[in-house]
């Protein structure tokens, strides 16, 4: 999972877009160290299922954060 802003592209491996709770007044903001827009999550295939099996927190890369999706 990655979150970016819509001016930031994702890469191949996260074909899926779905926003954060709250999206565009959330405190989801862009990964890319230059940018502070609110950032939509992105997903993985595996990601995406879970998704779509209802799984609306999902982890983040790292232990630190999840994300809760719409």
Same mark, same amino acid.
């Given at each position: #999972?990655?979150?970016?802003?819509? &001016? !930031?592209?994702?890469?191949?491996?996260?074909? !899926?877009?779905?926003?954060?709770?709250?999206?565009?007044?959330?405190?989801?903001?862009?990964?890319?160290?230059?940018?502070?827009?609110?950032?939509?999550?992105?997903? &993985?295939?595996?990601?995406?299922? #879970?998704?779509?099996?209802?799984?609306?927190?999902?982890?983040?890369?790292?232990?630190?954060?999840?994300?809760?999706?719409?």
């Amino acid at each position: #999972m990655l979150v970016r802003c819509d &001016d !930031h592209p994702s890469t191949e491996k996260y074909k !899926h877009r779905v926003d954060p709770v709250g999206y565009p007044d959330t405190a989801a903001i862009c990964g890319r160290p230059d940018c502070t827009k609110p950032g939509r999550i992105l997903l &993985d295939e595996v990601e995406w299922k #879970m998704y779509q099996n209802g799984q609306r927190v999902l982890p983040g890369p790292n232990r630190f954060t999840k994300i809760k999706a719409k």
